[in-house]
């Protein structure tokens, strides 16, 4: 699975749309997640996505202001960012791995995308 995943810059209270494209599998054979991480701080789950599972988690910093959403014939997977504040600038990764309930643990992620830098000014 090959992952490439676009970002940009914003100003706070903006908004902004990352897509992930996965190529390799389909994307309703796999949970797709986006995280984030900047320096000196681990990375965290931002918003995951098992179609198959029927699961989706957010993060509690980002319920209300961050959707995320999948298309299948597309194997894109999107997470549209509302509402974002400085505190959201990070390096965001998408990451695919099997189905599952569970979702926000990084380490059970078999592929990452390049990272790319989301950066909202204030």
């Known amino acids: 699975v090959q992952l490439q995943a676009w970002g940009g810059l914003v100003q706070a209270g903006g908004s902004l749309r990352l897509s992930c494209v996965a190529s390799?599998?389909?994307?309703?054979?796999?949970?797709l997640g986006w995280f984030r991480q900047t320096p000196g701080k681990e990375r965290e789950a931002v918003s995951c996505i098992s179609s198959s599972a029927g699961t989706i988690y957010y993060a509690d910093s980002v319920k209300g202001r961050f959707t995320i959403s999948g298309d299948n014939a597309k194997n894109t997977v999107y997470l549209q960012m509302n509402s974002l504040k400085p505190e959201d600038t990070a390096v965001y990764y998408c990451?695919?791995?099997?189905?599952?309930?569970?979702?926000?643990?990084?380490?059970?992620?078999?592929?990452w995308g390049q990272g790319t830098l989301v950066t909202v000014s204030s």
């Open positions: 390799g599998r389909t994307f309703s054979s796999l949970a």
């Open positions: 990451a695919a791995r099997v189905p599952s309930f569970k979702l926000d643990s990084s380490r059970e992620y078999d592929y």
